[in-house]
């Protein structure tokens, strides 16, 4: 069955850096594009950033831009989620999802990321 496993989260302080990672098994990985999500306390689930099935192709929610780079290696079927200059406000449940358009169909158990002022 199709299975998506986060990993890499953590506490860090502002203007940090945490790399995510997502193992996914189960399917085959190359066909499907893959996003990331996040959820904050008491906020609904955003969109944060997703990739294409080669990796060419990102988007970015405007609130990570310039901050977040979303990559993947198909050769490990893994997608990764590269985070720089970490604020408080990026302090969420951060989750891999695949996309099976135009909805995400699979998702993972979450991440915590915790960044401290």
């Known amino acids: 069955q199709v299975q998506l496993v986060e990993s890499g989260g953590g506490s860090v302080q502002a203007g940090g850096s945490l790399r995510l990672s997502c193992a996914a098994s189960?399917?085959?990985?190359?066909?499907?594009?893959m996003g990331w999500f996040r959820q904050a306390p008491g906020k609904e689930r955003e969109f944060v950033a997703d990739?294409?099935?080669?990796?060419?192709?990102?988007n970015y929610a405007d609130s990570v831009k310039g901050r977040f780079t979303a990559s993947r290696d198909n050769a490990k079927n893994t997608v990764f989620l590269q985070m720089n200059s970490l604020q408080p406000d990026d302090t969420a449940v951060y989750y891999c999802?695949?996309?099976?358009?135009?909805?995400?169909?699979?998702w993972g158990q979450g991440t915590q990321v915790t960044v401290s002022s």
């Open positions: 990739v294409s099935y080669g990796g060419t192709f990102t």
């Open positions: 999802a695949r996309n099976r358009w135009p909805s995400y169909d699979a």
């Open positions: 189960g399917y085959t990985f190359r066909n499907y594009w």
